[in-house]
């Protein structure tokens, strides 16, 4: 069974930085493709970032230059590393099994952002 944990979410101002981690289990992520995809209150899920092969990574143009997606394969975890984060990066995070954010997700993880 697929399973995946997001943690890491929390307050943070403007401008300040977090690490979202997804743990997952049932099985590798070093063998599929993983994105994260974000849902701002009132609004519909949108794909942040995802890696796939060797590691190939792709984001979307609000979050280049500032976000870094990563994943480490002894822990079976993927990460979002988040910098100089803006209001409009409030919403809750997804990491999901699969690419372009299409596939089992797990149950988020809360940023807020404060001016």
């Known amino acids: 069974e697929v399973q995946l944990v997001e943690s890491g979410g929390g307050l943070v101002h403007f401008g300040g930085s977090l690490r979202l981690s997804c743990a997952a289990s049932?099985?590798?992520?070093?063998?599929?493709?993983m994105s994260w995809v974000r849902q701002a209150p009132g609004k519909g899920f949108e794909w942040v970032s995802d890696?796939?092969?060797?590691?190939?990574?792709r984001y979307a143009s609000s979050v280049r230059d500032r976000f870094t997606i990563s994943r480490d394969n002894a822990k079976n975890t993927l990460y979002l590393q988040m910098t100089t984060l803006t209001l409009e990066d409030t919403a809750v995070y997804y990491c999901?099994?699969?690419?372009?954010?299409?596939?089992?997700r797990g149950q988020g993880t809360q940023v807020t952002v404060s001016s």
């Open positions: 999901v099994k699969g690419l372009s954010g299409s596939g089992p």
């Open positions: 890696i796939y092969g060797a590691d190939i990574a």
């Open positions: 049932g099985f590798t992520i070093n063998n599929s493709p």
